[in-house]
């Protein structure tokens, strides 16, 4: 075991989020503490000594976006033999094609980004050949803000590929809905409505196929707006420090504090740092720039959710 590090960075950053999390788990309305809000530390980009750190400071649950690096952090011997307990969610675009690796990640607990029934199918297929005595624990993934280069359910389609994971999928479980908040969303107009746009979806599921509520689970939220997702109350400045998202100075819209009920974060710059995303193509006023830096976390959050919501490719 890793010994902890009460007092490094991560292990600060750890316990703020999640102090934070038991504050708008507190707050929140009867009717929505029914689960608990689950923290996956995104771990895309950052070197596996963070992530070792992080387990050492008691983190279990971590997300990755890119299959290629996951299967190289999982498949670690060092990992294997000392981070026993650790439990990968892949939270980036799966193509069918990649499938057989994912499913080969030890530790494996949640795929959170089923957008398809042929991916649905696929993924439960290969469940079957290489893991038959497991089911796998997954999310349908929805495009509530009907971006076209984003991936994800269309709101209206929800229901049927729940039905198709449930009824077609024995060897997936289906656990809940998750969605990326629209990107630099302004909160002074008030709570995303892509977190409001994912709970009627969940209605509509849970009525159409009656499905209790309280199981069906809801993954939203990053770095820069995890808080408004189910965490309310403070939130960081560009620069790290911590500010009152109802106070003037935030300049928040104080709806904003309306916890819309995430059982499931998935927060990275936050906890790891500002990442850098070297040779990657992004859009701009200009055309295209390939960045080679970012120097705050907010600007890598915000790189964070355009990478996950377009097609881009990255030269490295």
């Known amino acids: 075991m890793f010994r902890k590090m009460a007092d490094s960075e991560i292990c600060k950053a750890l316990r ?11 707050k929140r309305p009867p009717d929505r503490q029914k689960l608990e809000t689950r923290l996956v530390a995104v771990s895309k980009t950052k070197p596996l000594s963070l992530v ?29 033999e000392k ?19 994912i499913i080969s990640i030890p530790n494996l607990f949640m ?9 649905a199918t696929t993924v439960n297929h290969s469940l079957d050949l290489q893991k038959p005595e497991q089911r796998l624990k997954v999310m349908v993934q929805v495009n509530t803000s ?15 590929l729940v039905r198709h994971v449930i009824n077609n999928c024995p060897n997936l479980e289906f656990v809940g809905l998750m969605t990326i908040g629209m990107f ?19 209605d509509d599921v849970c009525q159409r196929l009656k499905l209790d509520s309280d199981t069906v689970e809801l993954s939203m939220g990053m770095s820069n707006d995890f808080e408004h997702a189910g965490i309310p109350s403070r939130r960081l400045s560009p620069f790290g420090d911590s500010v009152d ?12 504090q309306i916890e819309v009920g995430s059982t499931n974060v998935r927060v990275g710059s936050t906890i790891f740092g500002a990442r850098e995303y070297k040779g990657v193509v992004m859009p701009s006023a200009g055309g295209e720039q390939t960045l ?9 959050t915000n790189c964070e959710k355009q990478l996950e919501q377009l097609n881009i490719k990255d030269k490295s």
Not at 185 to 193: H, I, M, S, V
Request: hydrophobic share 25%; net charge negative; charged share 30%.
């Open 245 to 256: 998202s109802g106070s003037r100075s935030s300049g928040i819209h104080p709806h904003s």
């Open 146 to 160: 009907g971006e076209k280069n984003k991936h994800g359910s269309p709101p209206a389609e929800a229901a049927d």
């Open 111 to 119: 795929l959170e980004t089923i957008d398809s029934e042929k991916l």
């Open 83 to 101: 981070c026993k307990e650790i439990k990968w969610h892949f939270i980036g675009h799966l193509q069918r094609n990649k499938v057989n690796k």
């Open 184 to 202: 630099d969303y302004d909160l002074r107009n008030g709570p995303n409505p892509d977190f409001q746009k994912l709970l009627q979806v969940k």
């Open 52 to 80: 070792k750190e992080a387990y050492g400071c008691g983190q279990r649950h971590f997300g990755e976006n890119y299959v290629q690096e996951l299967v190289e952090k999982s498949h670690d011997n060092e990992m294997l």
């Open 16 to 26: 703020s989020v999640r102090e934070r999390m038991t504050l708008a788990y507190q």
């Open 292 to 300: 080679t830096s970012l120097s705050t976390p907010e600007e890598s």
